[in-house]
């Protein structure tokens, strides 16, 4: 304390140091701290000084520090005691003191420094070794190191283990003198390498101290100091479990691996992020892929239209599961039926599967031809080689009434053919059933009711792959109706051809198809004439009523039921009356798909007819004569009669000789020569009558009748100054009576004369047209006083009709001319016009 | 059946033709029915046809005159009746089965309600040589018709022009006598 430093320097110095100086006094209670007592115990030296050490000491220390005080009291200083105080933040501190005990000033100087990071570090380093020690002596792996010379400097419990020297034998020798000798080239050319600062790895085979042998993973690491290669670490590691583990594993996987490949399903495994992780040879055969050239790659990568399909839900469902699936489904990218199954592994799933599309497609097969015969409307039944049912379908009991139950065991025919009639009738069919041969027949069976019902039967052998017949399928058609309708058609039929009306069938564009005997004993045409034509183009003539075949035409096109009568030809050319009766006959959709007409010869029946009606015109006619009659009796008869009856009752009355009886009888006179003119009219009239039809006609020359006529006339002519031109050719001649064409020709000039005109001469023209073979038209012209046509009417030629009042006449002379050219096939007709004249216009037929 | 009514000779023998029909101041008083009854009634008797007629063509139309089985009908446009074809020819115009001749195909008379088919006209001819009508009969089914048949109908078409000729005749006189 004596040297160059004031105490002021040695304050500075006690302040910059980082080690806490300090002063105890006797008793151990603090009478000074510097600075550095706050980084170190974090108490300023204020909050020190007066306090004792022991309030600041770890109580662990007390003792020892109490001991190490004393010390120092008594030898005066100490170093190196080390104790622990208490931070003020609690944290325990390790500090190491150097004292000093100056006994006259009665105090202790101390320097305190904190040592506890160097004691953690004294402490983690004695750690590391242990741990270092541990980890190379217990290490199970073996472990030794050479230096450059090759010679061993360390080794560990395991290599003494398996080497079997201890630790001082192996020491400073080289590895080749423990080494089994054919290792040792190997070893050395590895140690080598090392040394020339590369790390190597091989394996090596040894036997060890207990005589096993086991292998080693070596791996020798090359240490460096100073840039150079001081020494080689070396580990061997016995792998020897491994490897056989590993062997063993191979060996299985080989075998399941063949055990796969023999499988003939196909499998394929899954990994959980769906890729292929193996797939057989089977599998690549299906999906026609190369070797194994999926694994590897994702399933939805190669099928990315199966994402969601129903592949993916059931693989997707094992997998998340746990559980296996077994389905089938179509596989739309190898357009093939398969069978699933799929079991859930560790890494995914595997899965089995099959094309069955063959199975399903016979499977299929088989459904529909099992709904076939289930539901199709025949029957059917199958039975085995005894003809006993096995099964049969629901329509067999629709059409028969028996039950499955009921039928199964029993043979068809005991349950079908109850009467005696139909068993004989199967009688003969069963012969050929049991050879054995494909039989069809229709049969009337019954039904369990009783009721008949007509089959069409179809019995198949049915033979197995060695040719024995197994079963028979027997297929029942209900034909009742069929039957029904055939039965009613052979009666319908039989009336048809048998009748004696005429019977035609035609399509429905009236072709004929079938005519009956009836029709053919008629018409005289053979159904071979008349197939394919319409009946009209044969049957119909010149005589055929156009309105009745419009009508039939009419009433074919709109399909209607009528009748009708007609005309018709027969094939020699014989007309006949026909009554038709046709019928359309549709089909069930309402077109007409024929028409029956039913032909009845009614030619006796329409003769009937006319000779009826000619004898209603006769007597008509003759009534209407007589009506004539009975006016020619009440008029023309009655006025001369009464008159004789008044004049004969005055001629009694009065004297015969006075001037009135005279004058009486010559009117009765005149009274009875009207009345025989009557009477003679009557006659005329009657025999021109009863001579119509039977009138002898001849052929006549026109121009000199009329000339006969005019000469009968000649008088009157000549009074009046009438002319006459007559343009008759001389050698014109007509078919006619003689006496009728004279009295038409005289009647008609008479009246001429008679009816003149008083203002004009009359002139008279005779004239021929249209002269033919057939007939000649002769006109007949006056210039008279002509009369009104429109009042004539239609009664000019009426018997006693008269249209000229101041003229004498009795009316009989137009209708004694039209009567006689009628009679003689002639005809008349008029035209007439007041003060201009008549024209009479004739004709007369001249064959 | 040539059609002549087009040529410009045609024409001027057409006007002359009705020149000559208008003469005989028939259309004038055509309403006057009855002229030719008896010339009616007796082709319908001859010939046992439901149908016969008197008639006159004139430059648009058919005057009937007189007819049987036509009741009602006095006039038909030209273009549609048989006769504006049979005055075109100097004889007998006759279809035998209308239904079946090419010319008539558009014919409502043949084709349509009335159904005729059988068709006989013979022209009524002026002395000079003018057809100025038809007498004709007609049924409404086919039939035939002879030589014969036709000269009887040509017969009543002469009637008919003698008449008109003699109408003419005693007209003249009369007005000449009055004037």
Redesign the interface.
Known sequence: MTGGLNPKAWEKMIQVSSDMSCAFDRGGYFIYASDASKRILGYSSEELIGRHYSEFLHPDYLQATREALQSVLRNTSANDIENCYIHKDGSVVSVSWSALWCEEDGTIFCIARDVTELKKSRLRLEESQQLYKALFEYNPDVLFIQNKEGLVQEVNQSFCDIFGISREEAMDRPTTSFLPPEMVPLCQMYLGQALQGHMVRYDLELCTANGERRLFDVSKTPITSGGEVAYVHTILKDITTVVRSYEKLSRQAKKLNSIFESITDAFFTLDRNWNYTYTNSEFDRILNVERRSLEGKNIWEVFPDGVNGIFHQKYRYAMVTGKSVHFEAFSQELQLWLELRVYPTEEGIAVYFTDNTEQKRIQQELEKLSLVASNTTNGVIITDPERRIEWVNKSFTRLTGYSPEEAIGKRPSELLHVHASSIQAFEAISQEIVKGKPVSFEILNHRKNGEEIWFSVQVNPVYNEAGQLVRYITIQTDITERVRARQELEMLSLVASNTDNGVVITDANGLTEWVNEGFVKITGYTLPEIRGRKPGELLQGEGTQ?DAVKKIRNNLKQGTHFSTTLINYKKSGERFWVSMDITPIFDNDGAITRFIAIQRDITFRKEAEDSLMKMTQDLYSHNSDLQQFTYIVSHNLRAPVANALGLTRLLTSIGKHSGQFDQALSNLSQSVVNLDTVLKDINMILSIRDSRGNLELEPIALKLVVQQALSSLQESLRQCGGTVLNAIPDDLTVRANKAYLYSVFYNLLSNAIKYRSEKRALVLQI?C?????????V?L?DNGSGFD??KANKNMFKLYKRFHSDKKGRGIGLYLVKTHLEAMGG?I???SQVG?GT?F?I?LAKV | MENTLGSPGAREKEEERLAKLYGYNITANYEKAGTFQHVVGMAAHIFKAPIAFVNFVDERSTWITDSWGMQGITELDRGVTLCSHAILRDGVTVFEDAKEEPCLLSNPFVHGDFGLQFYAGAPIRTPEGFNIGIVGIGDTRPRKFSREEEKTLEGLAAIVMEELEERRERLNQDSSRQG
């Open positions: 156009a004239r047209y249209g002269d033919s073979g057939k007939g000649v038209l006109s012209s046509m429109q005809h007709e008029v035209n201009v024209k216009l004709y």
